[in-house]
Structure formats: structure tokens, C-alpha cells
């Protein structure tokens, strides 16, 4: 059957909704079984999955660090910012700022990268935990990772979206005692590949951490997220 030119094209829109959703769906939906995938179509799917997200939670977070940088300047002390420093555990002014400001782009997406696999571990794909952060409360949503550690069970948190996922990543950057050196760093420098060597502890790999972000940022050309603000 021939069909008309109206009906060509209702069909042609029909098909261009079909195949749109069909993206969208794998690309969001959790406890996907992946299909086979080249290197570069997983680092396609992984930037579409994760840089949306990175971007926002920076600007949310740079606009928030400007907000009370400028208020601090201006001699403002309101509830606002008592309550950012005990959220943050921050003892003066300055330690709130540090704690405020974002770090580049690249360390996130380059953490997210190795951490997830390139959103393919199965902390991902079941519970939007990019960065393989650990779970010790057990009222919050959490899975259990398949291998235990002696006779522990070792759980990671469980997010609602890759956005709240980023949020709490950003959150216990800026508040860990681990990370102190990293933050103090950050507001003298810019540079991802000198502030990576203060992220030793966020990992048992020490400073070989480090090096493996710094080779990720750099094969990946991921500095150029950060000149997006």
C-alpha cells in the first residue's frame, strides 16, 4: 500500500518519537543489562549520562559559594550561614568558603569514570552510586556489594537520580576530614592535575589514585568541562 505524503510523514514523526524514547529509556533507566558496546559508544553514553548532571550540581554549588562570599564580604552573619557551618562542619569563615567552593568539573567526571566504570558497575546501573560511595546507616536506601570483606557485608548508598548522586559526592568532598588538604588547595589553584594528588584517601590505591585521575583527565580531554561555567 502507497501511502500519501501526509501519511509519510506522520509515520516518519511517529518513528523519530519512537527511537528518541528508546535512547532516553537506556540511557536513564536503572538495573539495565547493557549490550555489547564499543569504547567509544560507553564513553558516549556515560558524558550523556554524567555531564548533565555534573554541570548543574557545580553551577547550583558556584552560585551558592558567590551568594556567601558576598554576603561574608559584606559583614552579613545570618541563620543561613550558621546553619552552612555546622552542615559542613566549618569553624570559621574561611573553612566554610573552602568547603563551598566547587572543584573543577574534570575531578568529578574523571572520579565518576573510573569509580562507575564508566556507568557500567552495578552500584550504577542499581543504585545510581557513581563514585562508589559506602553506606553505614542502615534506615537510608543502600545495596550490599556482592563480595564481603572477611565476614562483613560492605553497603553503598542508593540514590534517587545520577544528580543526587553528584550532590552527595560535592558534600563529602567539602566535608571529610580526609579531603582538609584537597580543599585547602583548591582556593589557591584551579588546576586539577596538582589538586588530584590531595585525593589519595579517597581511595585504597593512596597515590596511584591520583595518577590514574590525572592519565584519565588528560587521554580524555576532560579539562575542557571546567572552562563551562
Given at each position: 500500500m502507497k501511502l500519501t505524503a501526509s501519511q509519510s510523514k506522520i509515520l516518519i514523526v511517529l518513528i523519530s518519537i519512537f527511537l528518541v524514547s528508546a535512547v532516553i529509556y537506556f540511557y536513564t533507566a536503572k538495573d539495565t543489562t547493557l549490550p555489547k558496546m564499543t569504547v567509544q559508544e560507553k564513553k558516549a553514553r556515560f558524558k550523556a549520562l554524567i555531564i548533565p548532571a555534573v554541570d548543574e550540581v557545580y553551577d547550583d554549588l558556584m552560585v551558592q559559594y558567590k551568594d556567601v562570599a558576598a554576603a561574608l564580604k559584606s559583614g552579613s552573619d545570618t541563620d543561613e550561614i550558621a546553619e552552612l557551618k555546622v552542615e559542613y562542619k566549618a569553624k570559621s569563615d574561611a573553612e566554610l568558603l573552602m568547603a563551598l567552593k566547587p572543584h573543577p568539573k574534570s575531578i568529578a567526571i574523571a572520579?565518576?569514570?573510573?569509580?562507575?566504570?564508566?556507568?557500567?558497575?552495578?552500584?550504577?546501573?542499581?543504585?545510581?552510586?557513581?563514585?562508589?560511595?559506602?553506606?553505614?546507616?542502615?534506615?537510608?536506601?543502600?545495596?550490599?556489594?556482592?563480595?564481603?570483606?572477611?565476614?562483613?557485608?560492605?553497603w553503598v548508598k542508593e540514590y534517587p537520580s545520577v544528580k543526587a548522586s553528584v550532590s552527595d559526592y560535592y558534600r563529602t568532598i567539602a566535608r571529610g576530614d580526609a579531603f582538609k588538604e584537597f580543599r585547602q588547595l583548591k582556593m589557591k589553584t584551579d588546576d586539577p592535575h596538582a589538586l588530584v594528588k590531595k585525593l589519595d584517601r579517597y581511595s585504597e590505591k593512596g597515590a596511584e589514585y591520583g595518577h590514574e585521575l590525572t592519565s584519565i583527565i588528560k587521554f580524555n580531554k576532560f579539562r575542557q568541562y571546567d572552562a563551562i561555567n
Open positions: 572520579q565518576a569514570a573510573m569509580e562507575s566504570s564508566w556507568a557500567t558497575s552495578r552500584f550504577f546501573r542499581e543504585a545510581y552510586n557513581i563514585f562508589g560511595v559506602w553506606s553505614f546507616d542502615e534506615d537510608e536506601p543502600r545495596i550490599a556489594a556482592l563480595q564481603k570483606r572477611g565476614d562483613k557485608t560492605i
